[in-house]
């Protein structure tokens, strides 16, 4: 793998950023505090555009809105899938981080991205209908 893999948000997701941008303007000129407001838009298409996971040969890099943690792969125990979903990074030390952007649906991907060092647990199987 010669450059990462970035999972990022679609960039689809800015459109509703540009309308509460638009619609943020009227307000934003109401009294001389109000310019403020314009910064909300701004944060919320800073953390569209920069929230995500980076794959490489040597590591997981995980991005949020401010900060970045990079964990190797001789540091990953596993995966692990929450109730609604999301993915959990689990370390060898025993933490966990959050996989942003990426969900349950996504394992397959991300078992491919990682060269094998991801499995993907098979789905369990069905009990068969009564008859």
């Known amino acids: 793998m010669d450059s990462p893999a970035r999972l990022r948000m679609t960039?689809?997701?800015l459109f509703p950023v540009a309308l509460l941008a638009l619609c943020v303007v009227p307000?934003?000129?109401a009294a001389p505090w109000t310019p403020v407001l314009l910064l909300v838009p701004v944060v919320i298409g800073v953390w569209v555009l920069r929230t995500g996971v980076d794959i490489s040969a040597d590591g997981l890099a995980?991005?949020?809105l401010v900060g970045r943690r990079t964990v190797p792969w001789t540091e990953v125990a596993g995966i692990r899938v929450a109730r609604r979903g999301e993915l959990?990074?689990?370390t060898t030390a025993g933490t966990e981080l959050r996989l942003p952007v990426i969900r349950a649906r996504?394992?397959?991907r991300l078992a491919e991205l990682s060269g094998g060092r991801l499995e993907v647990p098979a789905p369990p199987?069905?009990?068969a209908p009564p008859q």
């Open 11 to 13: 960039r689809t997701a």
């Open 27 to 29: 307000l934003a000129f």
């Open 62 to 64: 995980i991005q949020a």
């Open 88 to 90: 959990w990074l689990v």
């Open 106 to 108: 996504d394992l397959p």
């Open 125 to 127: 199987a069905r009990p």
